[in-house]
């Protein structure tokens, strides 16, 4: 159970990167082009293949969404990316080193 948390972590933690990379004033406009794209057809109901077609209506979904967000990483500088990662980082742990939202409870005596 712990892998599917450090997972789950992982990926709440990649999407936090790829918004601070969107909101960054030098990522490119093609950049933040191709990440909407991804995510709208990610999110639309409308499929170059439908999903009911057994395997290749899930399959166009798993290729063409993240090869839409490497392309758009592609793209980026690198301390661009370098320094969404650092923000997101900092962003998520404070730093008694405890995750965001979470606060230690109070000493009772």
């Known amino acids: 159970m712990g892998r599917w948390r450090t ?7 990649e999407v936090a990167t790829y918004r601070a990379i969107a909101r960054h004033p030098n990522t490119p406009v093609a950049s933040r082009a191709l ?8 999110l639309s109901p409308i499929d ?5 077609v057994p395997v290749l209506g899930h399959l166009d979904d798993v290729l063409i969404v993240p090869g839409l967000i490497a392309l758009a990483l592609w793209l980026v500088p690198d301390d661009v ?3 969404a990662r650092e923000a ?3 962003k998520t742990t404070s730093p008694k080193g405890h995750e965001r ?5 109070p000493c009772r005596r």
């Not at 990440?35 to 990610?42: C, E, F, P, Q, T």
């Not at 939202?101 to 409870?105: D, L, R, V, Y």
């Open 7 to 13: 997972f789950a972590a992982s990926i709440g933690q």
């Open 35 to 42: 990440i909407a794209v991804a995510v709208g057809y990610l």
């Open 48 to 52: 170059l293949i439908p999903d009911f």
């Open 81 to 83: 990316v370098r320094d």
């Open 88 to 90: 997101t980082q900092r």
């Open 101 to 105: 939202g979470q606060t230690p409870s």
